[in-house]
């Protein structure tokens, strides 16, 4: 099922000549990652603590659009100017998990949004990232299918935010929102696993 990640690649290739310049200033591939999850944690925090402000809704997908390049860009970095380390492996995958547990669950704490589905939603999202490390685990490739990856979470979670902070107000229908993004990520758990399990069988 197609993802905005899909778009990826051509996302990367107009970062590519400020990879290039980063590389050459000195910076690493783990500092962009360790960037990223502040960044997050940042917008998370100020949505936490002002919840009935429609300002730091606002905030979310200025941070989401910075992170999703910081993704990219911290990737590039590490393949393409040889910057691979075990460590940033580990904060590769453990900071897109926490970076989306920092920044989305402080939506569940704005007037007029239940707690209940947006929890839902953010666990089954950790698991179905979960879903693909496993998969790589076990001799397949990292799987990244959709229809619920993760820069499609930020699409809408971003979307979300600027609704928000425009004064759209919260109701029911963010509720239902976060119901519909829950079962499209637990459809895209099953596609990962069977994927996953597919090309394991072609081995």
Request: glycine residues 10%; proline residues 6%; neutral net charge.
């Amino acid at each position: 099922m197609p993802s905005i990640y899909d778009f990826k690649p051509a996302f990367q290739g107009m970062l590519r000549p400020l990879v290039r310049e980063l590389a050459r200033a000195g910076v690493s591939a783990n500092q962009i990652t360790v960037l990223a999850l502040l960044l997050s944690c940042l917008v998370g925090g100020l949505i936490a603590a002002f919840p009935q402000q429609h300002w730091p809704p606002l905030l979310a997908p200025v941070v989401i659009f910075l992170r999703m390049a910081l993704n990219a860009i911290d990737g590039m970095l590490a393949r393409e100017h040889h910057m691979q380390t075990a460590l940033g492996g580990f904060l590769n995958e453990l900071g897109d998990v926490v970076s989306d547990a920092a920044l989305y669950l402080p939506f569940a704490l704005i007037p007029g949004i239940a707690p209940a589905p947006v929890v839902i939603f953010v666990v089954l999202a950790v698991v179905s990232e979960m879903t693909g490390v496993v998969a790589q685990s076990l001799g397949a490739s990292r799987r990244y299918d959709g229809p619920m990856g993760k820069s499609d979470r930020a699409f809408v979670f971003g979307a979300l935010g600027l609704a928000l902070g425009l004064g759209i107000e919260a109701g029911r229908w963010v509720d239902v929102l976060m119901l519909v993004l829950a079962a499209l990520t637990a459809v895209t758990i099953f596609n990962r696993m069977r994927n996953a399990l597919i090309e394991l069988g072609a081995k």
